[in-house]
Nanobody, 127 residues
Framework: QVQLVESGGGLVQAGGSLRLSCEASGRTFSAYGMGWFRRAPGKEREFVTYISWRSGSTHYADSVKVRFTISRDNAKNTVYLQMNSLKPEDTGVYYC????????????????????WGQGTQVTVSS
């Protein structure tokens, strides 16, 4: 059984930083790309960023480019999301997700391409 456990959320002032972590277990972590999504209050879940299984490819939503950085440590089965220059509109529940296909050669941004999800961690940015 694959499990994804996020941590690192919290309350921060606008302009501040947070680092989210997502630890995976249950299958060969290094074989799968990983993504982060978020759901803002009253809005649909949206794609934030993706990192390929070998860390060779990353992709970001326009709204977070330059400010957010995704990375992974395959030795620790963990993917990270460094969030800088946070804005109130970044507020929401952040979810990590595992790509459903191993060794995928391209980026995936739609939630249907992911087969396992974490429970989510709340990020609140105050103005």
């Amino acid at each position: 059984q694959v499990q994804l456990v996020e941590s690192g959320g919290g309350l921060v002032q606008a302009g501040g930083s947070l680092r989210l972590s997502c630890e995976a277990s249950g299958r060969t972590f290094s074989a799968y790309g990983m993504g982060w999504f978020r759901r803002a209050p009253g809005k649909e879940r949206e794609f934030v960023t993706y990192i390929s299984w070998r860390s060779g490819s990353t992709h970001y939503a326009d709204s977070v480019k330059v400010r957010f950085t995704i990375s992974r440590d395959n030795a620790k089965n963990t993917v990270y999301l460094q969030m800088n220059s946070l804005k109130p509109e970044d507020t929401g529940v952040y979810y990590c997700a595992a790509d459903s296909q191993p060794y995928r050669a391209y980026v995936v941004t739609t939630f249907r391409e992911y087969d396992y999800w974490g429970q989510g961690t709340q990020v609140t940015v105050s103005s």
